[in-house]
């Protein structure tokens, strides 16, 4: 199991190598502050609504929040 970070103008590039390849990803304002070129993203949804979507486009299952717990080795929030 990997995880790919991308940050600034790469996120998106990355996010789309780690998902085809079978990878884990990540994605936020914390890594890149821009939607698009020029264009600030609103929201930290905003930037993950737009990688399930890419997932789903290239076939792949999101993990549910229970699923990515389990992933990462996390408990549940008390």
Not at 49 to 68: D, P, Q
């Amino acid at each position: 199991m990997y995880n790919v970070s991308g940050i600034g103008k790469c996120q998106r590039a990355m996010n789309t190598m780690s998902i085809l390849m079978g990878g884990h990803v990540r994605t936020g304002l914390e890594d890149n502050v821009f939607y698009t070129r020029g264009v600030l993203a609103t929201t930290n949804a905003q930037l993950v609504e737009r990688v399930v979507r890419l997932a789903r486009e290239l076939g792949r299952e999101i993990a549910s929040t229970k699923e990515a717990r389990e992933i990462l080795g996390i408990g549940a929030i008390q």
